[in-house]
């Protein structure tokens, strides 16, 4: 199955940003689902995580109150909300599954990862 993350692009500080990711072969509601991202010279970090059944989401303080991450399940999507972004959000940003349902930003148990999306936030 594939996962596919889209929606990057170049904004201006302070601007939103709305990420998707789509699966493909998997129905991604059964699952826990994280987004992360990678800076250049970066180790890759967690931005959110949204459990299968509960939708309990988590953040990290870098992004609490900024991002938002949700699911369809009909259209088999999960989302990332990022607004007021910041010049240092700028990275790749990947989606990635495994199978677990509980969200966590550690990436040790997601198994599957779609390709990442750039985000640049620069004036």
């Known amino acids: 199955f594939q996962l596919q993350a889209s929606g990057g692009g170049l904004v201006q500080p302070g601007g939103s940003l709305r990420l998707s990711c789509d699966a493909s072969?998997?129905?991604?509601?059964?699952?826990?689902i994280g987004w992360f991202r990678q800076a250049p010279g970066k180790e890759r970090e967690g931005v959110s995580s949204i459990s299968s059944s509960s939708g309990k989401t988590i953040y990290p303080d870098s992004v609490k109150g900024r991002f938002t991450i949700s699911r369809d399940n009909a259209k088999n999507t999960v989302y990332l909300q990022m607004n007021y972004l910041k010049p240092e959000d700028t990275a790749v940003y990947f989606c990635a599954t495994g199978h677990f349902a509980e969200a966590t930003l550690d990436e040790t148990p997601y198994a599957y990862w779609g390709q990442g999306t750039q985000v640049t936030v620069s004036s």
């Open positions: 072969g998997i129905t991604l509601d059964y699952y826990a």
